[in-house]
């Protein structure tokens, strides 16, 4: 079946601007994972939705990063006033469910490389 | 707060040697392990897992067994091919929340 989409794949912007990136999971995953992957690093943590509970945003770098979920499928992180240090690519995973003590695997989605001018 | 540490690379091996990349990790209670794979111009993918202590996860020639006497997960392969040259990713789970190593590049020489 269909794996995980983002779009768009490539944005280049000016600094200050809000950008939006979308992620669109695997059918039927209920778990969706939002990181970033800077150049020459590891994967650093964003945000994780579970279902209908409250996101984990413990990995967000600033107020000025925030996502959203709609009706538990879509998922949009939107990043205000971006600033260079915001370069980067943004992954997008989902799995089934996380089910205490073991984690399902997730499945990432291609990225989008973001470039703040 | 959980950590995982992995090799630094570079690597660079010609073709039928063995590898190992180390990780070792910190968490509190019982995380499941993961190694994720990233081919030239490909997304991040599942090379193998385990979810328990003294597990071993498997795939493509590759091995990595959960110790969590040495809070390590190593990966190894005994003989590598050009194929395999890619970036490698530990990483760790709990609850939903995943941590990452820095990644290791693995080149494979002819």
């Known amino acids: 079946g269909a794996g995980v989409s983002q779009s768009p794949s490539n944005k280049v912007t000016e600094k200050g601007k809000d950008v939006e990136l979308r992620c669109d999971p695997i059918s039927g995953h209920t778990a969706l994972y939002w990181y970033r992957q800077s150049l020459g690093q590891g994967l650093e943590f964003l945000i994780y939705f579970q279902g209908n509970s409250a996101p984990d945003k413990s990995g967000l770098p600033s107020d000025r990063f925030s996502a959203e979920r709609t009706g538990g499928s879509v998922s949009t992180l939107t990043i205000q006033r971006t600033q260079q240090e915001d370069s980067a690519v943004y992954l997008c995973?989902?799995?089934?469910?996380?089910?205490?003590?073991?984690?399902?695997?997730?499945?990432f989605g291609p990225g989008t490389r973001l470039l703040v001018l | 707060g959980d950590s995982v540490t992995q090799m630094e690379g570079p690597v660079t091996l010609s073709e039928e040697a063995f590898l190992t990349i180390n990780c070792t990790y910190t968490a509190t209670g019982y995380p499941s392990l993961f190694w994720y794979v990233q081919y030239p111009g490909e997304g991040l993918q599942l090379l193998l897992k385990?979810?328990?202590?003294?597990d071993k996860g498997s795939n493509k020639g590759f091995e990595a067994t959960y110790r969590k006497e040495t809070t390590s997960f190593h990966l190894e392969k005994g003989s590598v091919q050009v194929s395999d040259s890619a970036v490698y990713f530990c990483?760790?789970?709990?609850?939903?929340?995943?941590?990452f190593g820095d990644g290791t590049t693995l080149t494979v020489k002819p």
């Open positions: 995973a989902s799995s089934l469910v996380a089910t205490s003590g073991y984690q399902e695997t997730q499945y």
């Open positions: 385990a979810t328990k202590a003294d």
């Open positions: 990483a760790l789970s709990k609850q939903g929340k995943s941590t």
